[in-house]
């Protein structure tokens, strides 16, 4: 339980309280956000999971849940095998028809963009305490979106102002947060 712990208190802090995704602080607030740990140290068994939330969230009304936080720190804890994993869970979403329906955000501890270094701060914005996997409803995010003025460029700016909040913060700023 102590992962979902650590895990709710990088939501509170990092994801809402540096407003890295200002979509999350509502269902938060409204409990509408399912964690769910796992133990399984099998990709194989993740993706079983991974799939029986999909299929969770597809038949519960976004009123009660809207969005899924699958932790699974014992699985896929190496980035590479994780990121390869990624490919995995999107033919998943296309296999059961919900392409399109739902996106799944990575994050990771070790979390690394293509385009930066191991130890750029900018890897930050997605790097989680523990692997995850973060199911969310396409429609929401259209709906969410809708509320900027430019809803195509709205992702843009949010991750651009994302990379300035931690590059103004910095890691000793990052490491304060968890003091």
């Not at 712990?5 to 607030?29: D, H, M, S, Y």
Request: include cysteine; proline fraction near 5%.
């Amino acid at each position: 339980m102590t992962e979902l712990i650590k895990t709710r208190e990088w939501v509170e802090r990092a994801v809402i309280g540096l407003n890295l995704c200002p979509f999350a602080k509502a269902p938060q607030t409204k409990g509408l956000i399912r964690y769910v740990l796992t133990k399984t140290r099998q990709s194989e068994t993740l993706l079983k999971l991974l799939s029986e939330q999909l299929l969770y969230l597809q038949a519960t009304a976004p009123q009660i849940c809207e969005t899924v936080l699958l932790v699974h720190p014992h699985t896929l804890t190496n980035f590479l095998d994780y990121n390869d994993f990624l490919a995995d869970a999107d033919q998943l979403l296309e296999r059961l028809g919900l392409d399109g329906v739902f996106q799944i955000a990575s994050f990771h501890p070790r979390y690394e963009f293509a385009d930066a270094s191991p130890n750029d701060i900018s890897n930050y914005t997605n790097r989680s305490p523990y692997p995850m996997l973060h199911i969310l409803r396409e429609a929401s995010i259209d709906k969410a979106l809708q509320a900027y003025a430019d809803p195509d460029a709205a992702a843009d700016a949010i991750v651009q102002r994302n990379q300035e909040t931690l590059t103004r913060l910095g890691k000793d700023g990052w490491a304060r947060l968890w003091q």
